[in-house]
């Protein structure tokens, strides 16, 4: 029987339909019951350009779910891991013992700690995925900005997108290999 062929989840965020309404933010919240003053997700506005040609760009950000991830070799207990079938980082609760190691080595500021003292951060809702759905946010957003798929699938709408536009990630210059592309 030929070997399953792993995939690689990834989103796509298309930065020119983005209105940053915070939707994304808002269902993420509701759906992984994530406490007051905790995100795990959140939209940045930054001014581009130059006067009088200035542009605003809003970008929904998240953990980037990196291929390389500074946070899962940080991490003293393997709590923090790469789930080896999807490419999605993910934290084991029961044994995180909340030392912050992985906090401290996350370049894009992607976790927290819960009031229970284990670290959290955004799971591409692992859930709904598993389930076939889309991440809630995705789910959500007015205007379809947001795509949500498999780049080891060349079919995938992910993979097409990647191919016809212009993208970027953020800060990869640091050499996490991040998961998250802006289309530009
Ligand atoms: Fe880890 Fe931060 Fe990358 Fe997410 S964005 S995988 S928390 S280093
Ligand atoms: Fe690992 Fe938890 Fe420490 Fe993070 S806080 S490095 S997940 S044990």
């Keep these: 029987m030929a070997a399953k062929q792993k995939k690689r989840y990834v989103m796509v965020i298309d930065t020119l339909l983005c209105i940053g309404c915070g939707d994304c933010v808002v269902a993420c919240k509701m759906e992984n019951e994530v406490p007051d003053g905790l995100s795990r997700d959140w939209v940045v506005e930054e001014v581009q350009g130059e006067f009088p040609n200035l542009h605003v760009e809003y970008r929904s950000e998240r953990c980037n779910h990196c291929s390389n991830p500074p946070c899962v070799y940080a991490c003293p207990t393997g709590a923090s891991f790469i789930d080896e079938d999807s490419n999605i980082t993910l934290v084991d609760p029961e044994l ?14 992607a976790r927290f700690i819960m009031p229970e003292g284990y670290v959290s951060k955004c799971t591409f809702c ?3 995925v598993n389930d076939g759905e889309d991440p809630a946010c995705v789910s959500v957003c007015p205007t379809h900005c947001m795509y ?14 990647l191919k016809q536009r212009q993208h970027k990630t953020i800060a990869p210059e640091t050499g996490t290999d991040p998961n998250i592309f802006y289309l530009t």
């Design 96 to 109: 995180c013992t909340g030392c912050k190691s992985c906090v401290a080595a996350c370049p894009y500021d």
């Design 126 to 128: 692992m859930h709904r």
């Design 148 to 161: 949500f798929g498999d780049l080891n699938d060349p079919e995938s709408e992910v993979s097409q997108l």
